[in-house]
């Protein structure tokens, strides 16, 4: 990373690859911790499971929504779906680290990601996970990774980056429900898991009769 103040003036950020020569260098090498893909028949199994849960919401949450105006999904009620996430080392907000955002997850997916959701820890876990995967102590193919969303990772129009997230000191507007969504959304998946354990035990869900994945 170079400080934005200090990049040539056809970088668009001062973040790139390790071994690449500029921002999205087209001859970037290959991931070695800086993309994971899940089991897409897992993935779309929890999903179908989930996808129609009615997930809580209160006042706060839909008076910050209605600050959004010029996003649809961001003043939708809450609801699942199914995206790309980004880990970073940093609390980062803002328009222009939002755009840095989705650029950065279509450049490590080959355009075939949406950025979704950000945190910090899922990189990590699936690295650690992928560790334990190669001596035969786990099964990297079952990581599922649920992410609920408290606040957003852009400002309202009229207020300012900095300004708005400052704000959140005081908390987040959606933190409680969000909280929730999570119980609710991951209970169901494990309670099925668990129900169905005599078939999951060697058989991932989502998997057809030969064992592929769909």
Same mark, same amino acid.
């Given at each position: 990373?170079?400080?934005?103040?200090e990049i040539p003036e056809d970088w668009p950020f001062g973040y790139f690859a390790?071994?690449?020569?500029?921002?999205?260098?087209?001859?970037?090498?290959?991931?070695?911790?800086?993309?994971?893909?899940?089991?897409?028949?897992?993935?779309?199994?929890?999903?179908?499971?989930?996808?129609?849960?009615?997930?809580p919401d209160n006042e706060q949450a839909r008076e910050h929504r209605k600050r959004?105006?010029?996003?649809?999904?961001?003043?939708?009620?809450?609801?699942?779906?199914?995206?790309?996430?980004?880990?970073?080392?940093?609390f980062w907000h803002g328009e222009i680290m939002n755009d840095w955002a989705n650029?950065?997850?279509?450049?490590?997916?080959?355009?075939?990601?949406?950025?979704? &959701?950000? +945190?910090? !820890?899922?990189?990590?876990?699936?690295? $650690?996970?992928?560790?334990?995967?190669? =001596?035969?102590?786990? *099964?990297?193919?079952?990581?599922?990774?649920?992410?609920?969303?408290?606040?957003?990772?852009?400002?309202?129009?009229?207020?300012?980056?900095?300004?708005?997230?400052?704000?959140?000191?005081?908390?987040?507007?959606?933190? &409680?429900? +969000?909280? !929730?969504?999570?119980?609710?959304?991951? $209970?169901?998946?494990?309670?099925?898991? =668990?129900?169905?354990? *005599?078939?999951?035990?060697?058989?991932?869900?989502?998997?057809?009769?030969?064992?592929?994945?769909?």
């Open positions: 990373e170079i400080d934005a103040r390790r071994y690449t020569q500029r921002p999205f260098d087209k001859d970037k090498p290959e991931p070695t911790g800086e993309m994971y893909q899940l089991n897409s028949g897992l993935v779309n199994w929890a999903f179908e499971l989930t996808k129609d849960i009615q997930l959004y105006t010029q996003h649809l999904m961001a003043r939708k009620p809450p609801f699942v779906l199914k995206g790309d996430h980004i880990a970073a080392l940093t650029q950065w997850v279509k450049y490590w997916t080959k355009g075939k990601g949406e950025f979704v &959701s950000s +945190a910090m !820890e899922d990189t990590g876990t699936y690295l $650690s996970l992928s560790w334990l995967d190669r =001596i035969g102590r786990v *099964d990297k193919q079952r990581m599922l990774v649920l992410r609920t969303a408290s606040n957003y990772t852009t400002p309202p129009p009229g207020v300012s980056a900095a300004d708005n997230l400052v704000s959140e000191i005081k908390g987040y507007s959606g933190l &409680s429900i +969000a909280v !929730e969504s999570a119980y609710l959304v991951a $209970s169901k998946v494990a309670d099925s898991l =668990i129900a169905g354990w *005599d078939q999951y035990a060697e058989q991932l869900p989502g998997q057809v009769n030969s064992g592929q994945v769909n």
